[in-house]
């Protein structure tokens, strides 16, 4: 069962353009929700991270915005470059599932010239 | 450091044959995690240890897996009879300490391929 859904799975954006990723949740008792960034042949890194205590962060061009009573959260990619082409995943974990993480599928980004 | 160490990087077997994954943790980590990746399932957990104890093993698919973690820079994931559907990329991931809200870090994955 997939505790954390993500959308989309594919994403084009052109370079300077703004790229949005969302995902949702339905385990209130998660209380870290990071964003994991891959390249092909690469294992997963960290890329920003939230708790449900502040409603957005925000790390140079990558955001982070929180909806408790939703349960969704959304990384924004600002001025989008070639560079940040890559697979993004959202993840959420709690402690009282120990704090092994729950990823969503991934969003497939290219960034156009 | 190195980071999270992982070998081997490819490794291709025939259905049937044992297949040993290894992993060895950022020095310092207290936790170390497996995890499978595959197109239809995404991420997901395998096992993961606290302290060379395993804490959690449900995500293990069945008895044909296994994990160990003898000391706490070396961990095994052990796939025997391995099958065609075992094909995936197995990460492992350490972090520091316990608790929730620690960034994993993961290693470069053995891409497995079973014929």
């Known amino acids: 069962q997939q505790q954390v859904k993500q959308s989309p799975q594919s994403l084009i954006v052109q370079k300077g353009g703004i790229s949005i990723i969302n995902c949702a949740y339905e385990n209130t008792a998660f209380d870290y929700f990071p964003w994991y960034q891959q390249f092909p042949g690469k294992g997963p890194a960290l890329l920003i991270a939230?708790?449900?205590?502040?409603s957005e962060k925000k790390e140079g061009r990558f955001t982070i915005s929180f909806n408790k009573s939703a349960k969704q959260f959304s990384l924004h990619i600002m001025d989008s470059q070639p560079g940040d082409s890559a697979t993004y995943f959202c993840a959420a974990s709690g402690t009282n599932s120990g704090y092994a993480l729950n990823f969503g599928k991934g969003t497939s980004l290219l960034v156009t010239p | 450091d190195a980071g999270v160490i992982q070998s081997p990087r490819h490794e291709v077997t025939e259905m049937g044959q044992e297949v040993t994954l290894r992993c060895k943790p950022i020095?310092?980590?207290?936790?170390l995690f497996w995890y499978r990746q595959t197109m239809m399932r995404g991420l997901e957990l395998l096992i993961y240890f606290n302290n060379n104890v395993p804490i959690d093993d449900s995500g293990m698919p069945e008895d044909r897996f296994s994990a160990k973690m003898p000391n706490a820079s070396f961990s095994t994931l052990k796939i025997q009879p391995s099958e065609p559907r075992d094909s995936a990329v197995y990460f492992c991931?350490?972090?520091?300490?316990?608790?929730?809200?620690?960034?994993?870090?993961f290693g470069p994955g053995t891409r497995l391929l079973v014929l």
């Open positions: 991931a350490s972090s520091p300490t316990s608790g929730s809200g620690k960034t994993q870090y």
């Open positions: 939230i708790r449900p205590d502040v």
């Open positions: 020095s310092g980590h207290n936790s």
